[in-house]
C-alpha cells in the first residue's frame, strides 16, 4: 500500500508588508491547501511574513549610509516578528484549526539584528523549531544577520494515524544557502525526506537546481517562491523601479515572478513551475519513491566514500 502524503507549496508575497493582512493572507491560502485539495503540509515562500524589500538600497553606499536609509530599515525592522510573539500565536492557530503542518519564511528581530528565518508549525505541537540563514546574499547581508549550526533543525512529522504511522523528516533550505554543498549534505545526513526550498529566486535557471538537488538528495524538493508587483510593496518603497518603460509609475510591474515547483526523488516535476500569478501547487509524494531512488544513489550511504570524506558540523546546540 502506497505510503503518500499530500503536500503543497503557497506561491504568495507579503501584503505591503502589513504583519495582520499577511498572516489574513497564509490563513486563506493553508485554507486553500486543506480545503481544495486535501494538504497536510504547506510551505510559504522566504521573508513571506517581514518581507523581501527588493531592489532596496536602503541608502547604503561604501563608506556612507543615508538617514533616509536608516528610516527605510526602521521601518523594514519595525515589519519583522519576534519568536515567540503573537505572530507565532496565529500561525500556531491557523496550523491547529487546518490541521496542516506550515513552514513558513519569516523576518525574524532578535535585539538589534534582523534574520532571515524559517518556522515550523505542528498542528499539535504549535511552534517546534527554526532555521535561520546561514549566509544572506549578495546586499543582504546589510540587513540580515547570519544564522548559525545551532539553527539546523531536522523535525520529523507523523502525517499518518494511529493505526497506520506515516512519519517524514523534513529540513528548509532558503534561497542560495540551496548552493552550499555541505549544508545539503548535511540535510541528507540527518535524513531529511521532505526538502523545504522557500526562496525569491524566480530565474529560470532554479528550476535546474531543484532538480538537481531533488536527484542528488533522492528527496522530494518542495519550492516555494514569491509572486510579487510592484503594488505589493509599501508606497514609500519604490520610485524607479516600479516604473514601466514608458517612465510611469506601473503598479502591476511584476517585481518576483515566482517558479514555485514541487520534484520527486528521481527528478520528476510533480507540480508546477508556476509563473506570474498568486496560486497554490499541491501533490502526491509517494515515500517509497524515496528508497526508490536510494537503490542506485545515496550520497551520504553507498555512494558516500566515507573513507575519502568526512562532513563536520558546528552544530553546538542542536
Known amino acids: 500500500m502506497a505510503r503518500i502524503i499530500r503536500a503543497s507549496v503557497a506561491q504568495a508575497c507579503t501584503a505591503k508588508f502589513s504583519l495582520n493582512e499577511t498572516l489574513d493572507k497564509l490563513e486563506r491560502l493553508t485554507r486553500v491547501a486543506r480545503d481544495r485539495d486535501g494538504s497536510q503540509l504547506c510551505v510559504f515562500p522566504e ?12 541608502g547604503a553606499v561604501v563608506g556612507d549610509r543615508a538617514l533616509a536609509g536608516r528610516d527605510e530599515f526602521a521601518r523594514y525592522y519595525a515589519a519583522a516578528i519576534d519568536i515567540p510573539s503573537p505572530a507565532i500565536s496565529r500561525m500556531e492557530a491557523v496550523s491547529r484549526e487546518t490541521g496542516v503542518f506550515l513552514v513558513v519564511g519569516v523576518i525574524e528581530r532578535d535585539g538589534g539584528t534582523l534574520y532571515c528565518t524559517v518556522v515550523f508549525v505542528d498542528p499539535v ?14 546586499s543582504e547581508r546589510l540587513i540580515w544577520g547570519q544564522g548559525d549550526g545551532s539553527t539546523l533543525p531536522v523535525p520529523e512529522k507523523d502525517f499518518g494515524s494511529a493505526e497506520r504511522p506515516l512519519k517524514a523528516k523534513m529540513s528548509a533550505t532558503i534561497c542560495w544557502e540551496n548552493y ?52 505589493d510593496y509599501p508606497d514609500e518603497h519604490f520610485t524607479t523601479t516600479n516604473l514601466s518603460n514608458e517612465g510611469i509609475p506601473d503598479p502591476e ?41 536510494k537503490f542506485d544513489m545515496d550520497v551520504v550511504g553507498h555512494y558516500a566514500r566515507n573513507d575519502v570524506f568526512k562532513l563536520s558540523v558546528n552544530a553546538p546546540h542542536t
Open 47 to 58: 521573508a513571506f511574513i517581514g518581507g523581501y524589500p527588493k531592489n532596496s538600497t536602503f
Open 125 to 138: 505541537e504549535g511552534y517546534i523549531g527554526k532555521h535561520r540563514k546561514l549566509m544572506p546574499t549578495g
Open 180 to 231: 552550499m554543498p555541505l549544508l545539503r549534505t548535511y540535510y541528507y545526513s540527518q535524513g531529511t525526506q521532505l526538502y523545504c526550498a522557500p526562496t525569491v529566486d524566480a530565474r529560470p535557471e532554479w528550476q535546474s537546481t531543484m532538480q538537481h538537488i531533488a536527484l542528488e538528495g533522492r528527496c522530494f524538493v518542495l519550492a516555494a517562491c514569491q509572486f510579487a508587483q510592484a503594488k
Open 253 to 293: 510591474k511584476v517585481m518576483i515572478a515566482g517558479g514555485s515547483v514541487i520534484i520527486s526523488p528521481l527528478g520528476k516535476i510533480l507540480a508546477g513551475p508556476l509563473r506570474d500569478a498568486e496560486d497554490v501547487l499541491t501533490a502526491d509524494l509517494d515515500l517509497d519513491d524515496i528508497a526508490r531512488g
